[in-house]
């Protein structure tokens, strides 16, 4: 079967969620871990493949080199069009790295115009005239202006993307969209043939991401959310079934969380709350040299075995900031990936077979420790948290890797303390 649509994401998280839109949109998709390579195989009679990188955070030229890798093997797989996906919080810096990243896929396609949408409204992420909101909040007032690696202070979208990019930006409105995928179609036009390389579109709901989705089906780039993802997938006719197999009957649960985000922390509040077992990993200790991994496995070994359990070195924004303040930004998080990751490692050995994983940089840490380099996506527990499927020298797995701010307050709970069942 000929791959229909190929993307990369720029976390893996961020590939998981975008991997679940094009899931629910008909399209059986495997999510690829890294930059691939001829040795990465695709599972049988994929639609779409999602390459996850960990470019969000990079320097811009290592995030555009990676990224024009996973084009070429993308092409090479057979994908026509290539969706470039970032968050739907447009994380990002003054240089990058969505500008030059979207400017070097472009080139190397020979695109003149792209579109740009980052709404995901089913998680409270839409645009409107142009600017960002989450919920009812501005990009900028949201508690993503806190964030620790990219603080979003700015929710206007095409003067964010215009300082990443030498070309020019310009915005299809709301109610040009309300209008139709023609519409759209003919502004994309309009703002071509005026020089305009990328195109900021509105988009309130999921209809109006069904129609740009349509309107962007024969562009070679494009750009956004999971939200868009979805729409567009909408427009390619599915082949086969999207189904992935079941959760593990047996085995262990657990859940390893190093995001920092608001909707991590309640749901690491939601999971002690509820009486099961918690494990704080003391960041600092470990940067000294005592071996908090062996802590973490001898509490983990004295746990009951028919319960989940949470480890995690999630922190509030002030605990983290004195954290980074005696060990530096990249160090801390440096350490975080490092403890997370050896003990996914440990915990997948020790018969672990649903693993569930909050934050971005802790995904892309635990999928390396364990060498799984693609996986069968699945069923949803929350919008963007989709169940996946993977083989490892310890047996079959079910990961969940799961965006810092996606999920309901008790996903940790919910997917994991009630007994495996088949998906539906």
């Known amino acids: 079967m000929t791959l229909r649509i190929g993307c990369i994401a720029d976390d893996f998280t961020g ?135 990219n603080p979003m202070t700015d929710a206007a979208l095409v003067r964010l993307l215009s300082a990443q990019t030498p070309h020019q930006v310009a915005l299809i409105d709301w109610a040009t969209v309300r209008q139709g995928a023609e519409a759209v179609r003919d502004a994309l036009v309009t703002h071509q043939q005026a020089g305009v390389q990328h195109v900021i579109a ?97 509490w983990y070994d004295e746990q009951d075995p028919e319960l989940p359990v949470l480890i995690y070195a999630s922190a509030s924004p002030e605990e983290l900031a004195a954290v980074q303040a005696q060990l530096g930004v990249a160090e801390a998080a440096a350490q975080v990936e490092d403890l997370l990751g050896t003990l996914a490692a440990h915990l997948v050995e020790r018969g672990v077979r649903r693993l569930l994983v909050a934050g971005g940089e802790t995904s892309g840490a635990v999928t390396t420790a364990l060498g799984i380099r693609a996986v069968l996506v699945g069923e949803e527990a929350d919008p963007g948290v989709p169940w996946t499927y993977a083989d490892t020298p310890s047996g079959d797995l079910a990961l969940m890797l799961k965006s810092g701010n996606f999920g309901a307050p008790d996903l940790f709970t919910r997917a994991l303390h009630a007994p495996a069942q088949e998906p539906k």
């Open 15 to 149: 590939g998981t969620d975008v991997a679940a839109a094009f899931r629910r949109a008909g399209l059986r998709t495997a999510l690829v871990f890294g930059t691939p390579d001829a040795t990465t195989a695709l599972p049988a009679d994929c639609d779409a493949a999602v390459v996850a990188l960990k470019s969000r955070s990079t320097p811009a030229d290592e995030a555009v080199a990676d990224s024009l890798a996973a084009q070429r093997w993308l092409w090479a797989e057979g994908a026509a069009q290539v969706y470039f996906k970032y968050c739907s919080t447009f994380d990002s810096t003054p240089d990058g790295n969505i500008g030059p990243v979207t400017d070097a896929l472009m080139d190397a396609a020979g695109a003149a115009v792209t579109l740009h949408c980052p709404a995901s409204p089913p998680n409270g992420r839409t645009v409107y005239q142009g600017h960002l909101f989450v919920h009812d909040q501005l990009l900028s007032d949201s508690p993503l202006r806190h964030h620790p690696l």
């Open 202 to 298: 509105d988009a309130v709901t999921d209809e109006d991401l069904a129609v740009i989705g349509a309107a962007a089906l024969e562009l070679p780039v494009v750009g956004g959310a999971a939200g868009l993802a979805e729409g567009l997938g909408h427009a390619y006719p599915a082949t086969g079934p999207a189904a992935a197999g079941p959760l593990p009957r047996d085995g262990r649960a657990a859940v390893l969380a190093g995001s920092c985000s608001a909707r991590t922390l309640e749901q690491i509040a939601q999971f002690y709350a509820s009486g099961l077992p918690s494990l704080h990993l003391d960041v600092l200790a470990a940067a000294t040299g005592r071996d908090v991994t062996a802590e973490a496995l001898a």
